[in-house]
């Protein structure tokens, strides 16, 4: 083999070393890439965590109306005369039974007098006729005069008592007198109106609820009542009964509603504006978790749920239900406390590294 020239040996070797230096290049940028596409996959989603609560997410409406009394009587007078005795004004208590005015019933009693002493003769004929009869006396159709007569004595004597008792103005009932209309001096009339009385034991309030909010309520139901008289302050209720039908005018179904009274509540007094707040759809005591945290897919519906470790997160399936108020409710696939994601669902998949940024928080909505 011939002698090479140094000169020729010494540019090989340059030519070999830069190819494998080219070489050798080549390899770590490929691997640099594949080592940078990588970890691009396996970077963080950046999220925010809420939790599954219980909570009250009902449907609720609030309809005002007036706190009146269950129980009022009209106290009329039941005969025409003066009256001469008042005994009760605005704000007395007063039982069933007592005399709250009295009509001078002087003329009544002297014809009952008189009364009486008729259906006395009347009652002494009528003995006096039937021993004839039984005697044998062809006394027959006088003795059925006399019976009339009696009767007729006797009617007149118990119209003439009435007369004299309704003088006396009594109460029909407990409770509290809420109107007076009469003065002493007064002539009133036959069956004008002379007090009002109320028992203020047991308040109602009976809003007008439309029929689109009546399907969702029912006697029994509890609600929540408050006066503009006590803002503060909430007061318990229930429904005491649905009237059947609307009224002709508003179309609107009268709800009557019982307001519970206690003694740590301050005193309601009929007249108050409440306003009352009923549930049409109960959803109390419900697992809910933000809207956001909810994420459509293919028809279904699921959640992200973290790991222990709070970096990587699981898709459950979840069945919801109602949504109100920015939440929805979890009907079933996770349980109250478990922690969810609730940012950025459309970029995660099942098991897919994330970041903790911060707690999903949500204002203006109720708790």
Do not use: W
Not at 140 to 163: G, I, K, N, P, T
Not at 170 to 184: A, Q
């Amino acid at each position: 083999m011939p002698d090479q020239h140094p000169d020729f040996i010494i540019t090989m070797n340059f030519y070999s070393y830069l190819l494998l230096f080219s070489v050798a290049l080549l390899f770590a940028t490929g691997c640099s890439d594949s080592d940078t596409n990588s970890d691009e996959s396996e970077s963080a989603t950046s999220i925010t965590t809420a939790t599954a609560q219980t909570r009250d997410l009902s449907e609720t409406f609030s309809v005002s109306g007036e706190v009146m009394t269950y129980r009022r009587s009209y106290v009329a007078s039941r005969i025409e005369g003066l009256v001469f005795d008042v005994r009760f004004e605005e704000g007395d208590d007063l039982s069933q039974g007592d005399i709250m005015a009295r009509i001078d019933v002087r003329q009544q009693q002297a014809e009952l007098r008189r009364a009486e002493a008729i259906r006395t003769e009347a009652e002494t004929h009528l003995q006096r006729t039937r021993q004839l009869v039984e005697a044998g006396s062809d006394a027959q159709a006088e003795l059925q005069r006399a019976e009339r007569d009696f009767e007729q004595a006797d009617s007149e004597v118990e119209r003439l008592r009435l007369s004299v008792e309704f003088g006396d103005i009594k109460s029909p009932m407990n409770g509290v007198v809420t109107s007076r209309l009469v003065e002493i001096g007064n002539n009133v009339a036959q069956n004008e109106r002379l007090f009002t009385v109320e028992d203020t034991d047991l308040l109602v309030v009976r809003p007008g609820v439309s029929e689109l909010n009546l399907a969702g309520i029912e006697a029994g139901d509890e609600v929540e009542i408050t006066l503009d008289v006590y803002p503060d302050r909430t007061f318990a209720g229930h429904i005491r009964r649905i009237f059947p039908t609307s009224d002709s005018q508003t179309r609107l179904f009268t709800v009557e509603v019982e307001l519970h009274q206690s003694e740590d509540k301050p005193v309601v007094r009929p007249g108050y504006l409440a306003r009352v707040q009923f549930a049409a759809d109960r959803r109390e005591e419900v697992i809910a978790v933000p809207s956001e945290a909810i994420e459509e897919r293919d028809g279904n519906t699921y959640v992200f749920v973290l790991n222990d470790d709070e970096d990587r997160v699981r898709m459950t399936e979840v069945e919801t239900g109602a949504r109100r108020d920015g939440f929805a409710e979890i009907l079933s696939g996770i349980e109250a406390g478990t922690k969810v994601a609730a940012a950025n669902l459309d970029v995660l998949e099942d098991d897919s590294l994330v970041r903790v940024a911060g707690t999903f928080r949500r204002f203006g909505f109720r708790e």
